[in-house]
């Protein structure tokens, strides 16, 4: 029996803008998702994918930088939690539900850990996704997180670094 999983997988970066007219100057660049054919809702801006047991997809996502020079990004896969107000949480490890039977960080991993996007110029990311062998009944959530490596000028002083 071929049982269909779910597996919504929200590219939530709260600290970037979608648009190409970004209002925060720090950040620099924006990311998009390129929606592949098994995406649920074509109208959405993160995946929102229908994938079978046992299957592996590459995700991708198109990285802009808006700036004059070079930019170092870091690219993780993060698994949603439960904030501590009960809220989904897609930035850093929270409250994990007990009935979770996969991590998305255990299913999905970028096939660069740090890139660099040439100034004025787009590059795109690449996530494998490995879907259980198993059947489960539910959706697997969580994120692509972009963040821009801080400077070392912004590493030391006062220990309060920006991330966008």
């Not at 709260?14 to 998702?33: E, I, V």
């Not at 690219?75 to 007990?98: C, K, M, Q, W």
């Not at 991993?109 to 996007?117: G, L, R, W």
């Amino acid at each position: 029996m071929k049982l269909r999983a779910l597996a919504a997988l929200l590219l939530l970066l709260p600290c970037m803008r979608f648009s190409a007219s970004a209002q925060d100057a720090h950040a620099g660049f924006t990311a998009t998702a390129v929606l592949p054919a098994n995406q649920l809702d074509a109208q959405a801006s993160h995946f929102d994918l229908q994938v079978h047991p046992g299957e592996e997809q590459v995700l991708r996502i198109q990285v802009t930088n808006s700036e004059a020079e070079d930019l170092p990004l870091k690219v993780e896969a993060i698994t949603a939690s439960t904030s501590r107000n009960g809220g989904l949480h897609f930035s850093s490890p929270g409250l994990y539900d007990t009935s979770m039977q996969y991590a998305f960080s255990e299913l999905a991993a970028p096939e660069d850990a740090a890139i660099t996007v040439p100034a004025l110029s787009t590059v795109e990311v690449a996530v494998r996704l490995k879907m259980p062998e198993e059947d489960f009944a539910g959706s697997i959530l969580g994120a692509i997180r972009i963040l821009r490596e801080p400077e070392e000028t912004e590493m030391a002083g006062t220990g309060i670094v920006n991330q966008y």
